[in-house]
C-alpha cells in the first residue's frame, strides 16, 4: 500500500458510484464515501507501512437490512501509540448521550488548549458526527481493525 493521497479520492469516488448505482438516497450513498475515505485516510496516515510482508490494507464495505459498514483494517507497530488513541477516543465518545455531544465537546477542549494537542482525535469525533455513524475498533495481532455503522 503506498501512501499516496490520490488513492483515496478513487476509493472514496468508487465507492460512492457503486452505491449511487443502486441506491436512491444520494445523501446516504455521499456520507457513506465521505465515512470511507475518512477512515482510509487514517489507515493511510497511522497505519505502520514499514514492513513490506504486512503491508496489508483491508477495505470492506457492505449493507445489512437499513444499515451500511464500513471496514478498515492497517497494520500498526507493537504498543503503537495511535492505535491505543483510537481505542481510548472511541471509548471516550462512548460516554456521551450522542456524536454531536462528543464532538461538541472535543471542539472545546481543543478551543480551550493552551498548547498544540498535536493528535487530537478530533476527526474520528467528527466521522461520527457528521457521518451519523457509531465507530467501534480493535487491535490484535498488530492490526487496527476500525468500523463504522450507519443507518441508511
Not at 492505535?83 to 481510548?88: F, K, N
Request: proline fraction near 1%; aromatic fraction near 8%; charged fraction near 25%.
Amino acid at each position: 500500500m503506498r501512501s499516496e493521497w490520490a488513492n483515496v479520492d478513487l476509493l472514496r469516488t468508487s465507492v460512492q458510484n457503486c452505491f449511487t448505482a443502486v441506491f436512491s438516497d444520494i445523501e446516504g450513498c455521499r456520507l457513506l464515501a465521505m465515512v470511507t475515505g475518512e477512515l482510509i485516510e487514517n489507515a493511510i496516515k497511522y497505519g505502520d507501512w514499514s514492513r513490506s510482508e504486512d503491508q496489508r490494507f483491508h477495505l470492506r464495505v457492505w449493507g445489512e437490512g437499513r444499515s451500511a459498514h464500513v471496514s478498515v483494517e492497517n497494520p500498526v507497530q507493537h504498543d503503537d501509540e495511535n492505535a491505543e488513541q483510537v481505542l481510548e477516543t472511541l471509548g471516550w465518545m462512548r460516554r456521551f448521550p450522542s456524536a454531536i455531544d462528543a464532538y461538541r465537546a472535543k471542539l472545546l477542549e481543543v478551543a480551550a488548549a493552551d498548547r498544540d494537542l498535536g493528535n487530537s482525535k478530533l476527526g474520528l469525533v467528527r466521522i461520527a458526527y457528521e457521518g451519523n455513524c457509531t465507530l467501534t475498533a480493535e487491535l490484535a495481532r498488530g492490526v487496527l481493525r476500525v468500523q463504522a455503522e450507519l443507518t441508511v
